[in-house]
């Protein structure tokens, strides 16, 4: 538990304890001004691995480390007061068994000061999430669709779309939930999969694509902000900030060709120092720009 400015911030148990009340309300942030804008209106934050697709450029997670999540993750905590801030554990940090897992981890919550973190994967990951929660780590757990696994999947495609695999997403929720996961981020699948989940599980289910039958949902930030030139068929579109910041600097580049900008409220004054009349120059490209 974290006292920051006289305000208790959001721990998993709370997250935790909305089961069956209020919708959760999460979304991601990699940076401070991410982490800025969203504290005060979510549940919790969670410093996603797609950061490696959003931020990187990367066409997958599966690049990300352990080093990016915690440079990200110190300064998403930095930057909020609220918010339970949660840390995605990157492809490779944890799969090898409960031990590395638990190496991993531990380095995310003690360089970061996160309050949990989360690790896709089901039955296989149980033993995993319940070594984490005995030793003192949050976990949140991620079934459906697992980016991470993208090179055995082949595809970012829903999951869970006929009975081999539902049953399947099933019992992976019910393992890590059993494990102790504190909350079920459930990605991508029909919403009578969701449906079954929400219903079987004692801790609060996070939608991404889940449709409005889970406890929560979840969304990329840049996604529902506009920042994204493609989304998945689950997002929303709030703004178009994308269309904005590109506008501003279309007018920041004009002014500085203009020499509209920097004015002279953008410079500093020296007693005694008149600035010189600039020659501004005409529409023909002087000998000096050829
Ligand atoms: N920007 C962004 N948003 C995300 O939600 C997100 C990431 N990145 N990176 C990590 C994972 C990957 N996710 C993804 C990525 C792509 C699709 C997607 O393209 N879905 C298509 C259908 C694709 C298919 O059928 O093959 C869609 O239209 O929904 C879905 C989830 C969700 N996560
Ligand atoms: C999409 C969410 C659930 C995630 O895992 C991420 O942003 O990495
Ligand atoms: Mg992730």
Redesign the pocket.
Known sequence: MSVVGGVRRLTAPDIRARKGGAPVVGLTAYHAPGARLADEHCDFLLV???LG??LYGYDT?VPVTLDMMIAHGAAVVRASRHALVVVDLPFGSYEEGPQAAFRAASRVMKETGCGAVKLEGGCHMAATVGYLVERGIPVMGHVG?T?QSINSFG????RGRDDIESEAIAADGEAVVSAGAFALVV??VPVRVAAALTRAMPVPTIG??ASVVCDGQI??A??MLGL?P??????RRYAEVGAIASDAVARYARDVRNRAFPGVENTYAEPGFEAPEIDLPDDEPSAAAK
């Not at 595809?155 to 829903?158: I, K, L, V």
């Not at 493609?230 to 997002?235: G, L, T």
Request: aromatic share 8%; no cysteine.
């Open positions: 996603g691995d797609s697709m959003v997670t669709l980016p595809s970012f495609r829903p990605e991508a991404i694509g969304l990329v840049e996604d994204t493609r989304v998945p068929k689950f997002v």
